[in-house]
């Protein structure tokens, strides 16, 4: 606070000085713990009502009608759940979400697993190292995804022009042009953008077990793979668990990259529900509809709640 | 003997897997690189080696700023994040500090809350938040996505600085408050100056974050002189079929620049940020 302010505050305290007694009042339940907890609290929880309550709650008002992009909105009840349940697109993203989710988990969390274990040795430049693996994390996702659309580009991106070049190829595969290989893919560009995430994280846990735990193990003859599997691993479960519950929720609802890469196609074959409820409600422009989609996914969020909760209060 | 040993465990155990994890991690932007330095000829030539440059040329670039509101999109992105930043670390405060230090009436579920809504995804709020900034009338402005993109901060930054308030003694406030000082005083001027890795950590990660943005920004900005740089090169790079690859990777370089320099200043502070919840847990 400035002088000015000060000086000012002390004049308003004078002229008031007839009433002290309700002045004195009303700082003391000012001071009060609770009252001025909520004096602070009230405006960033009323932002969030409106912006993030209010949202979601509308959300689930808007699953209840039908409203095409013409004419007023048709309350159908659970209506656009029971269209759901009957389109196989909605059950292939379905599918797609959790191929894509459960098969990137698993290579970052092995990759970053081994990223970790390496960096985690004594060589010079390792600040500056760190910092370079973690690039994929930090650029802005959208522009390293078009990069990579065009790494996969059939006639001239790098990949076939270096399968072709090095002789192991006449012509490449078509990365994003088949429904397998554009699974493959996108699951490759998640992968090497979220790798470092686990990497880093699960570092910064090694660094947190003690020296002498290992000194300890060595002496008692354990064996490299011995003091990885039995004291190493253990201390390292809970980063594992929160990074991966993490990263789980992020691959789960990941829109821009497969809408950037394929736009969830070949024929669907890479449409996620976060995709297909944008295409549902901003393509075809069947808000009700699109709700519905976003709102399905849910129970998986709760789930991973959940478990969260529980492993964090057992901890 | 041993010293052969050693190296050669190093050079397996070390040095091949590092440059291996190097190589995947930093090849894309290489290759944005080199593409963005050709050109047209030289690029669309299936006969020339594409990781090595015969003639470069900034004819791409010089398109890029010529041909698209490239620069304007830049300042957009900057003005966009610096405001959500700077909203976000407010009202991220005012939120963190009564939960951190403070005992009242409904503050753990108000914790619960603040950590499931970090949680909650932007996929499952998109179709509501459209209608609802088109309500506003805000279509087409920056406020729209310098109101929203709070929403996706401010969560994230009360639990960061959470952590960090409660590392601060508490004797220090009672011992403002017992010389005299309000609440109010011994927030601002004893307990707040004390963490300050803190509040950077968070800004940084809200800043990439802010920069980063895409379904908001796709959603509420069509026109091109509001557009922000992720939108801009995606919806306007790509026209149709085409794709200009020398000026996208142009356009994606550059647009990676800004972060990429603020994050290796305070990279430390990024990691501190990125590492708390997993690490703290």
Not at chain 1, 257 to 262: P, Q, R
Not at chain 2, 157 to 185: C, N
Request: hydrophobic letters at 55%; aromatic letters at 12%.
């Amino acid at each position: 606070m400035s002088p000015v302010v000060e000086a000012s505050r002390a004049a308003a305290l004078e002229s008031r000085a007839y009433r002290p007694v309700a002045v004195r009042r009303l700082r003391e339940f000012i001071e009060r713990e609770s009252v001025f907890s909520w004096l602070i609290l009230t405006p960033p929880v009323l932002f969030l009502l409106a912006f993030l309550g209010y949202p979601f709650f509308y959300g689930v008002y808007l699953s209840f009608f039908r409203r095409e992009v013409a004419g007023p909105p048709t309350f159908v009840g659970l209506g656009n759940f029971v269209t759901l349940m009957n389109d196989p697109i909605f059950w292939q993203s379905v599918g797609n979400t959790v191929k894509f989710t459960g098969a990137a988990t698993i290579l970052k969390a092995f990759g970053g697993l081994g990223m970790a274990l390496v960096m985690n040795q004594n060589f010079k430049f390792k600040a500056i190292t760190r910092a370079a693996l973690l690039l994929p994390f930090i650029v802005p996702t959208v522009l390293s995804t078009v990069a990579w659309q065009w790494i996969f580009d059939p006639g001239l991106g790098l990949f076939n022009r270096l399968l072709v070049e090095s002789g192991l190829a006449k012509t490449g595969p078509s990365w994003l042009g088949t429904p397998t290989m554009a699974m493959i893919s996108v699951i490759m560009v998640n992968t090497w953008r979220g790798l470092p995430f686990f990497g880093i994280s699960i570092l910064a846990g090694l660094q947190t077990i003690p020296v002498e735990q290992h000194e300890s193990a060595t002496i008692d003859g354990a064996g490299t793979w011995d003091r990885f599997r039995h004291v190493t691993l253990p201390s390292l479960l809970p980063v594992i668990f929160i990074v991966t519950t993490f990263s789980i929720i992020l691959t789960f609802f990941d829109f821009q990259l497969v809408y950037v890469l394929t736009g969830g196609g070949p024929a669907n074959s890479t449409h996620l529900m976060a995709t297909y409820a944008y295409s549902l409600s901003m393509g075809a422009g069947q808000m009700g509809l699109g709700s519905a989609v976003a709102l399905s996914m849910v129970p998986v969020l709760g789930l991973l709640l959940v478990l969260l909760t529980f492993y964090v209060r057992k901890e | 003997m041993v010293g052969e040993l050693t190296w050669r465990k190093r050079l397996l155990g070390l040095w091949m897997p590092l440059a291996v994890f190097g190589v995947v991690a930093l090849f894309p932007f290489t290759w944005m690189a080199a593409t963005s330095l050709k050109t047209n000829a030289e690029l669309y030539d299936p006969k020339a080696m594409p990781l090595t440059i015969r003639h470069p040329s900034l004819v791409h670039y010089i398109d890029l700023l010529r041909e698209t509101n490239f620069l304007t999109w830049i300042a957009n992105t900057m003005l966009v994040a610096v405001v959500a930043t700077g909203i976000s670390l407010l009202l991220g405060t005012m939120l963190a500090y009564p939960l951190a230090r403070m005992r009242f009436r409904g503050a753990p579920l108000l914790a619960i809350t603040v950590a499931v809504t970090y949680l909650v995804p932007q996929s499952l709020l998109f179709v509501p938040m459209a209608d609802l900034i088109g309500r506003l009338k805000l279509g087409n402005t920056l406020s729209a996505v310098m109101l929203t993109y709070p929403t996706l901060l401010v969560p994230f930054i009360a639990w960061l600085l959470m952590g960090y308030f409660k590392t601060v003694p508490k004797e220090l406030e009672e011992q403002a408050l017992i010389d005299g000082a309000s609440r109010w005083r011994a927030m601002t001027r004893v307990i707040l100056p004390l963490c300050m890795p803190g509040f950077i950590s968070a800004g940084i990660f809200a800043f990439t974050l802010a920069q980063n943005e895409f379904l908001y920004a796709l959603l509420f900005l069509s026109r091109s002189d509001v557009r922000t740089v992720p939108i801009g090169v995606v919806g306007e790079l790509i026209r149709g079929d085409a794709f200009y690859w020398g000026q996208l990777m142009a356009g994606a370089l550059l647009g990676s620049v800004p972060v990429a320099l603020i994050y290796s200043f305070f990279v430390k502070y990024y990691v501190a940020g990125l590492t708390a919840g997993a690490v703290k847990g």
